[in-house]
């Protein structure tokens, strides 16, 4: 099994040879000879290190490397369905779980809709939904290395613990990690899905045509606004886990009354129950937010006015994070990135203007369209952090 060891000889060697399958895993196909160059590994250790991980199963040779000389190399890949690794992500309405092997592919999935209205019935859903997993799939759970799970609501990541339940808050401290390693017996691991969304980002370096970006901000506007923060590719989570929160950011002093019950937070502006407000309230209309962003696409005066005055807000809160860590890339999602034209333009020019320093220009600006998620996927990596992790 690939696991670190805590001192001494066994650590070194635990290290590299998580070393050694990371390096296969992310590469793909390689030899020994690629193992021990680039990781600057001894040959005899490599051999040592490879003959270990064949014999577990984790990686397997595959014929060889044509070479115009000498004896031609054996190649090395990860054996894909040697284990397998458990994704689900709970929204407050639906939730949905895949089966993903170590060649990153899905092999099933599944959608479910909730119905919770205590505690125990969030647990008993995700406990049925992998009890379905495991026997559709027909695999054994001694061969899942991990479940990985993404959730609404504030998350106790150490413990596993959803604080509480978003849909109805009087439904507090859901004990996920716990409930699910007593049953299963398998590693698990509990984080908010915006923190996943971002993390799924880096860790399967979905950016910089497949380069990993250590510092990255992403920002989610829907009906309420989700944001997480990823430093030297680590998840900033704050003394209790409410880092990264800019929907609560004050942006106006004395502002609107945000859902939270207090003024002026950034979420009192961009959310979609906000704009549409806006809009009505001026139009006396009844318009839905996708029917405000076309008017606003064709030049409508008064839904243009209502996107650009919430996006200028947003790009307040984007400046302010920007001067405080200065991220490499900024990731945006959200109905207001999918429906209205300029939204991203606009945004990134009203952020600029804010901007003290012409270097903080240089923040890199991605957007993700809804129909690209899939953060059950995205879970998986919180398990693959885990097994190779060596620092």
């Not at 407050?92 to 205590?118: A, D, F, M, P």
């Not at 590719?233 to 704050?238: E, V």
């Amino acid at each position: 099994m690939l696991k670190l060891e805590n001192k001494g000889k066994s650590q070194t060697k635990s290290r590299n040879k998580i070393k050694v399958f990371n390096y296969i895993w992310e590469k793909e196909s390689v030899s020994r000879t690629d193992i021990s160059k680039e990781l600057k590994i001894s040959a005899p250790s490599v051999t040592r290190i490879v003959n270990s991980l064949i014999k577990d199963k984790f990686i397997k040779e595959v014929g060889s490397i044509k070479t115009s000389v000498g004896r031609s190399p054996v190649k090395l890949e990860v054996n894909k369905n040697a284990r397998y690794i458990i994704g689900i992500s709970i929204t407050k309405s639906k939730i949905h779980i895949v089966l993903t092997n170590l060649g990153r592919e899905i092999l099933y999935k599944e959608t479910e809709k909730l119905n919770i209205s205590k505690e125990e019935d969030l647990l008993r859903t995700i406990e049925s939904k992998v009890d379905n997993l495991l026997a559709d799939a027909k695999v054994d759970s001694k061969k899942i290395l991990g479940i990985g799970v993404a959730t609404t609501g504030v998350v106790d990541f150490d413990n596993g613990i959803i604080e509480v339940w978003p849909p109805d808050k009087s439904i507090k401290n859901i004990m996920v990690k716990q409930y699910l390693e007593s049953k299963y017996k398998i590693f698990v691991r509990v984080d908010n899905n915006i923190n996943v969304l971002l993390f799924g980002e880096y860790w399967f370096k979905d950016h910089l045509n497949g380069e990993r970006v250590e510092d990255l901000v992403c920002v989610f506007c829907g009906e309420g606004v989700g944001s997480s923060i990823l430093i030297n590719g680590q998840i900033i989570r704050g003394y209790n886990n409410n880092a990264g929160e800019i929907a609560h950011m004050k942006i106006e002093q004395n502002g609107k009354l945000c859902t939270c019950g207090q003024n002026g937070c950034l979420e009192a502006y961009i959310s979609i129950p906000s704009m549409e407000n806006d809009y009505n309230r001026l139009t006396l209309k009844a318009d839905s937010f996708e029917e405000i962003c076309l008017k606003a696409n064709q030049d409508d005066k008064i839904a243009k006015k209502i996107l650009h005055e919430a996006l200028s807000k947003l790009a307040i809160a984007i400046s302010n994070i920007n001067v405080l860590i200065n991220p490499e890339m900024l990731i945006v999602s959200g109905d207001i990135f999918e429906y209205f034209e300029e939204a991203m333009e606009y945004l990134k020019s009203e952020a600029e203007k804010n901007n003290f320093n012409v270097k903080l220009n240089e923040l890199k600006w991605s957007k993700k369209p809804r129909r690209e998620f899939m953060i059950e996927f995205n879970a998986t990596a919180l398990i693959y952090e885990e097994i190779l992790k060596i620092d």
